[in-house]
């Protein structure tokens, strides 16, 4: 007859409850030789039940407590809340016992070839000596432009802590905090005189968390470390912006680089990102009766789908309609040698700001908020999920209002 191993809870001191295996029929127990129904685990979780300590006199007379469930007026189980934390320490505890009497049950029940706990733990093995390092190379070559080019780097730096080599079943959250105080210490590519910013460690840290999320679903890691690990707080950065003087100043200045002179103005009068902006083609532009010109396309970074009116003026820009799958800012790149480019036009302007290509997406919010615009309607038009990500474009309109005003100072 097969012997059945149960996972069982008993109430404890606290709110918790420690765990043990059942068995029935009841077992010899290896170490004293005697007949036994329990193996305690020693481990616990939270109860989601309120428990209460009850102290009782045994037959020799002697005080012992028990912890037996508080009831409601009907009788009922007290429900207790658990906090996110106890939440997640319950899930990772259970799978580990289940993993455990899984183990137990099949000991106990040995058949002649591998039992399907042995077979899952057999692949569990073997997927825990891969290497997280190459795993993590994979998913960065996956990504695409400057999101791809944000991968390799923390790549670079995670490849640099561990030497290149990291197997799956080492990664635990010690680990994973180390290589957090890496990346706020580490030097930066660039100079080895500066560290790493905060934000940048930030950014990186989020990709690394990103790809043990990944790894958990994957099934390479055998619970969601990614929610036991705290990202690195970022600090709110300066967005800069161009006023509609300084734009109007720009549309007047010739700059070498046509094409990024014109997708740059392009972003400001729509908002657009650049990845969105070298990818549009010419079968996402359309003009329907009464409504104007609108762009039908798939956000690179969100993903999502989007329908987004934009002003004849901004069409204007475009030039000549060609093709369907023709680009429409034809040859327009994003490398250091079109930011030079649009440094050189920016000075030549006049402007002394540090201006790079996203601030015109910046400056696109900054100038609708400012005349007026609500900001439900520059969230939906920024394509942002989240209308937080908005706010910020407000605290800049205020203070630049706190700005003007500080200006009128007279001699009392």
Known sequence: ?????????????????????????????????????????????????????????????????????????????????????????????????????????????????????????????????????????????????????????????????????????????????????????????RSDKTTLSQNTAGSYFLKFKAALKQAYKDKYLQYDLNNSIDPIKVSETRRSFLTIEEMNSLVKTECKNSVLKNAAIFSAMTGLRFSDISKLVWSELEYIEGNGYFIQFRQQKTDDEEMMPISEQAYSLLGERKAPTDKVFDGLNYSAYSNKDLAKWIGAAGITKDITFHCFRHTYATLQLSNGTDIYTVSKMLGHRDLKTTQIYAKIISQTKRDAADRIKLDF
């Not at 029929?25 to 428990?51: H, M, Q």
């Not at 007026?73 to 289940?98: C, F, I, M, S, W």
């Not at 093995?125 to 070559?141: H, M, P, S, V």
């Open 1 to 189: 007859m097969a012997i059945k191993v149960s996972l069982r809870m008993k109430p404890i001191s606290g709110k918790r409850q420690t765990l043990y295996l059942d068995f029935y029929p009841a077992i010899i127990d290896p170490k004293t030789g005697k007949i036994t129904r329990r193996e305690f685990l020693n481990t616990y979780v939270f109860s989601d039940t309120e428990i209460e300590e009850q102290k009782y006199d045994d037959i020799n007379g002697k005080e012992q407590k028990r912890f037996i469930p508080v009831l409601d007026k009907k009788g009922n189980p007290k429900k207790a809340k658990l906090d996110p934390t106890e939440k997640q320490h319950n899930e990772v505890t259970l799978q580990r016992a289940e993993q455990i009497r899984q183990k137990k049950e099949s000991e106990i029940n040995k058949p002649e070839i591998y039992s399907g706990y042995e077979k899952q733990q057999l692949k569990i093995k073997q997927q825990g000596e891969k290497n997280f390092i190459e795993y993590f190379k994979k998913l960065a070559d996956k990504r695409i432009d400057s999101n791809r080019s944000n991968w390799l780097s923390a790549y670079q730096y995670l490849e640099a802590f561990t030497n290149g080599k990291l197997k799956f079943e080492d990664l635990n959250e010690t680990l994973c905090n180390d290589f957090k105080d890496y990346l706020l210490s580490a030097k930066s590519k």
